[in-house]
Structures are given as structure tokens and as C-alpha cells.
């Protein structure tokens, strides 16, 4: 039975997940009137949530300041931060799992490693501590719309991520993590498991029959990828906002 919070909608027992970069904004700007006027209308028939890699301060800039107020559910770095109807929930932490030694050990390897790059630009945080995760910048997350797009080519070409990961995988083999190429300049690293299906659990209680995820990044590797194939989702992949505003219209007859 649907959470007496929802019964008002049309359809209280079915939720549609979104992840946020590629699927609700274009990377890392901002939602445009036309997505944020679909949800609006989405939201009167179902329950929506995004479900973002980043923390929630970049959701913030991306999806507006009353983000928690918009949607039923807002899960930032997978989950690991969740709200319900603007009310935390409670979560686990990146720090308590991996303990501080093996935590200095794995920043002490990526500053070294990130230190020996060569690249044709660096701006700054290279490293970013997060609640639920760390996020890993070859070139900073300082790096400007233009300086990411350059240096998304750039790695594509280069494969510099893809075998800083390798690097990782092969030095932190005795470690249950996950390395997760999932935007244009970083890559995530999280405990194996951690990933956007963690966020499923918080959602348990609320007795939904139909969970949707729209994502971009559903290929194999991609951060999208295991929420999107989960047997617990109906998976929709979108290859940018239009596309998602498309599929919704059509599936929820907006
Ligand atoms: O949401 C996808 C990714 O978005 C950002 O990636 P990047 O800065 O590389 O484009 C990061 O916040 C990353 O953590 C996240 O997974």
C-alpha cells in the first residue's frame, strides 16, 4: 500500500528515479523550464526522485534551491545523502568503511599518481572528500565548461582515467571498491555495492509496485548502469533532457 504522504497522486504506488547529469540537466549545468515544468506535472500523478552521483551541493546549483522541496525523494552521491520530503534520512559514510589508514594510503597513491600526469592543463581540487565516496580529477573540478569539454576529449584520446583506474584496481586489489567513470572529468571511487542502486533501500517502506530510472550513462561501466538493469527497476535509457522529457510524455501521458 502506497505512504499515506502520496495518496493524493494519481498513481501513489509508482516512483520514477532520474539521474541528474545528461538525463535531467546537461553536464553539470543547469535544468531547463521545460524538464523542470514536466516534472512539475509528473509529480502529480507519481512520485519522482533523482538520484545523482555528485553531492548535493552541485544538485543544488544544477536542479535549483528548493531541490529537497521538488521532488519526494533526492539521493546525492547514490543515496549515500537521502531525503523524503525534505527530511534526512539516516546513511553510512566512505570514512567509516575504509578506515583512516587504508584512507591515507589510497590518497597518498592518487596524489603521487595525479602528480606524474602529464596534461596540458590542471586547475584545482583534484581530490574531493566526499560523505558517501571520494571523486578523482585528473585536470580539477575547478576546471571551467570549456576546460572540461577539452579535457573530456582529451582523456578519450588518452585514455588517462581509464588507466588510472586500472592503476587503482591493480594497488587496492584487496579493497572491495568500485572505480566508476561516470561524468566528463573525474571518476568516483565508492565500496562495491555503493552505486545507485544503494539508494533502492531507501525507498523499501513506502510500498511502491513500479520503480522507473531514466539515466544516460546505462552501458556496462557506466555509473547508470546497475540501477538501470537492477530487476527491482523498469530501466529507461536517454541520450540527453529532451529525450527524457519525450519518453515521459509519452509513457506517463503528460
Ligand atoms: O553525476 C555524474 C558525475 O558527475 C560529476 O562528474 P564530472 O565532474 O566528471 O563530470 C561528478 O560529480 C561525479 O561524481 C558524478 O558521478
Given at each position: 500500500m502506497?505512504?499515506?504522504?502520496?495518496?493524493?497522486?494519481?498513481?501513489?504506488e509508482?516512483?520514477?528515479?532520474?539521474?541528474?547529469?545528461?538525463?535531467?540537466?546537461?553536464?553539470?549545468?543547469t535544468?531547463s523550464?521545460?524538464?523542470?515544468?514536466?516534472?512539475?506535472?509528473?509529480?502529480?500523478?507519481v512520485c519522482?526522485g533523482f538520484?545523482?552521483?555528485?553531492?548535493?551541493?552541485k544538485?543544488?546549483?544544477?536542479?535549483g534551491?528548493?531541490?529537497?522541496?521538488?521532488?519526494?525523494?533526492a539521493?546525492?552521491?547514490n543515496?549515500?545523502?537521502a531525503?523524503?520530503l525534505?527530511n534526512?534520512?539516516?546513511?553510512?559514510?566512505?570514512?567509516?568503511?575504509?578506515?583512516?589508514?587504508?584512507?591515507n594510503?589510497?590518497?597518498?597513491f592518487i596524489?603521487?599518481?595525479l602528480?606524474?600526469?602529464?596534461?596540458?592543463k590542471?586547475?584545482?581540487t583534484f581530490?574531493e572528500?566526499?560523505?558517501?565516496?571520494?571523486n578523482?580529477?585528473?585536470?580539477?573540478?575547478?576546471?571551467?565548461?570549456?576546460?572540461r569539454?577539452?579535457y573530456?576529449?582529451?582523456?578519450?584520446?588518452?585514455?588517462?582515467?581509464?588507466?588510472?583506474?586500472?592503476?587503482l584496481?591493480?594497488?587496492?586489489s584487496?579493497?572491495?571498491?568500485t572505480?566508476?567513470?561516470?561524468?566528463?572529468?573525474?571518476?568516483?571511487v565508492?565500496?562495491?555495492?555503493?552505486d545507485k542502486t544503494?539508494?533502492l533501500?531507501?525507498?523499501?517502506?513506502?510500498g511502491?509496485?513500479?520503480?522507473?530510472f531514466f539515466?544516460d550513462k546505462?552501458f556496462?561501466?557506466?555509473?547508470?548502469?546497475?540501477?538501470y538493469?537492477?530487476?527491482?527497476?523498469?530501466?529507461?535509457?536517454?541520450?540527453?533532457p529532451?529525450?527524457?522529457?519525450r519518453?515521459?510524455?509519452?509513457?506517463?501521458?503528460?
Amino acid at each position: 500500500m502506497a505512504a499515506s504522504e502520496f495518496t493524493y497522486k494519481e498513481q501513489p504506488e509508482t516512483l520514477v528515479l532520474f539521474d541528474v547529469d545528461g538525463t535531467l540537466t546537461p553536464a553539470r549545468l543547469t535544468i531547463s523550464d521545460e524538464v523542470r515544468d514536466t516534472l512539475k506535472k509528473l509529480r502529480q500523478k507519481v512520485c519522482i526522485g533523482f538520484v545523482g552521483g555528485s553531492d548535493l551541493s552541485k544538485q543544488l546549483e544544477q536542479l535549483g534551491p528548493t531541490v529537497l522541496d521538488d521532488f519526494d525523494f533526492a539521493f546525492s552521491e547514490n543515496g549515500l545523502t537521502a531525503y523524503r520530503l525534505g527530511n534526512e534520512l539516516a546513511s553510512q559514510s566512505f570514512i567509516n568503511w575504509i578506515g583512516e589508514e587504508e584512507y591515507n594510503k589510497l590518497a597518498k597513491f592518487i596524489l603521487k599518481y595525479l602528480s606524474e600526469l602529464d596534461l596540458p592543463k590542471r586547475r584545482g581540487t583534484f581530490l574531493e572528500f566526499r560523505n558517501g565516496m571520494i571523486n578523482v580529477s585528473p585536470i580539477g573540478r575547478n576546471a571551467s565548461t570549456e576546460e572540461r569539454n577539452e579535457y573530456e576529449k582529451y582523456d578519450k584520446e588518452h585514455q588517462i582515467r581509464a588507466k588510472f583506474v586500472e592503476a587503482l584496481k591493480k594497488e587496492f586489489s584487496h579493497l572491495a571498491l568500485t572505480f566508476s567513470i561516470g561524468g566528463q572529468i573525474s571518476f568516483d571511487v565508492f565500496p562495491t555495492g555503493w552505486d545507485k542502486t544503494y539508494c533502492l533501500q531507501h525507498v523499501k517502506g513506502d510500498g511502491f509496485k513500479e520503480i522507473h530510472f531514466f539515466g544516460d550513462k546505462t552501458f556496462k561501466g557506466g555509473n547508470d548502469f546497475e540501477i538501470y538493469t537492477d530487476d527491482r527497476t523498469i530501466g529507461h535509457s536517454v541520450n540527453s533532457p529532451d529525450d527524457t522529457v519525450r519518453i515521459l510524455t509519452e509513457v506517463f501521458n503528460l
